[in-house]
């Protein structure tokens, strides 16, 4: 069983910067797509950016592009999400997701492995 382990959130002002990892705990899942989700209280769950294998595709949801970027260091398993210029509408817990493909897209459904999630707030 794949484990994901989120850390990076916390508390910021708007402006601000925080950066998200994940590491996974098989390495067996090092060949794998790695996305970031969000939800915000009283939302569903949205995609915010997802990253290939070889971080040869990656996409971003609208609303972050330009702000935030995905990266990833397959020889220490993990995937970033690097968030700048970060928005109060921006607050939600943020989860990592695995694939089993090499590379995924912006659905829920496409990704097989959840982590537990980190919590980033944004104050205004």
């Known amino acids: 069983q794949v484990q994901l382990v989120e850390s990076g959130g916390g508390v910021v002002q708007a402006g601000g910067s925080l950066r998200l990892s994940c590491a996974a705990s098989?390495?067996?899942?090092?060949?794998?797509?790695k996305g970031w989700f969000r939800q915000a209280p009283g939302k569903e769950r949205e995609f915010v950016a997802t990253?290939?294998?070889?971080?040869?595709?990656?996409y971003y949801a609208d609303s972050v592009k330009g702000r935030f970027t995905i990266s990833r260091d397959n020889a220490k398993n993990t995937v970033y999400l690097q968030m700048n210029n970060l928005k109060p509408a921006d607050t939600a817990v943020y989860y990592c997701?695995?694939?089993?493909?090499?590379?995924?897209?912006?659905?829920?459904?496409?990704?097989?492995?959840w982590g537990q999630g980190t919590q980033v707030t944004v104050s205004s």
């Open positions: 997701a695995a694939s089993s493909t090499y590379i995924s897209g912006s659905s829920g459904g496409d990704y097989d492995y």
């Open positions: 098989d390495g067996t899942f090092r060949r794998s797509a």
């Open positions: 990253i290939s294998w070889g971080s040869g595709t990656i």
